[in-house]
């Protein structure tokens, strides 16, 4: 087994992200605006504004979207990024499984010289993969299940990352306490 060095991942500009793409223009039900980016990760960058111009997303800022035809564009005061469950609710429109993330399940994390070292890496994604937003966490409670024992599940997507413990599916409450007494009482650099 191998390890991993969670590297650092630069900012992004949220208003530069949102307006670089090319969107399909959608209504909810509540006369809600919604633009959905046309890309293979499309739950990526959707965006949502309300009819009423109080919105303020991005500070309430006047955003420009360009739209599915050439030369077509919206421009939206204070719009918001949103999410898939939100806009399939609101529209019917189904992109869960649009989501970009790469995932890395490992034994153990460390602290080592100010970075993050997952231990004995299970698995890791080559290049970050299109499907569900928690692919990595189903991937990380199988592991969990076959090794009975707790995962280290780290997810990077395009609006940030986590790593965190992943338990058996079969643990109780108190199998999680005791667990994490247990890596209290013999913490040796290990999170």
């Not at 919604?34 to 111009?53: E, F, K, R, T």
């Not at 979207?65 to 189904?94: M, R, V, Y």
């Not at 080559?126 to 409670?141: C, F, M, N």
Request: hydrophobic content about 30%.
């Amino acid at each position: 087994m191998s390890d991993y060095v969670i590297g650092r991942t630069p900012m992004r500009c949220g208003s530069a992200e949102a307006e670089k793409q090319r969107y399909k223009l959608l209504t909810g039900d509540r006369g809600r605006v919604w633009l959905v980016a046309i890309q293979p990760n499309a739950a990526d960058n959707i965006y949502a504004s309300d009819p009423n111009p109080r919105s303020e997303g991005f500070a309430g800022r006047l955003l420009t979207f360009d739209l599915e035809k050439p030369g077509e564009s919206i421009t939206l005061q204070g719009p918001w990024h949103s999410n898939a469950g939100a806009l399939l609710e609101e529209t019917g429109h189904d992109v869960q499984d649009k989501h970009e993330t790469l995932a890395v399940i490992a034994e153990r994390r460390e602290i080592v010289g100010g970075s993050t070292v997952l231990r004995n890496v299970f698995y890791h994604d080559e290049s970050p993969t299109i499907g569900a937003y928690d692919r990595g966490k189903k991937l990380a409670v199988s592991c969990a299940n076959l090794t009975n024992k707790p995962v280290i599940c780290y997810v990077e997507t395009r609006g940030g990352s986590s790593s965190g413990p992943v338990y058996p599916d079969d643990w109780t409450r108190l199998d999680i306490d005791e667990y994490r007494k247990e890596e209290r009482d013999g913490e040796d650099g290990r999170v």
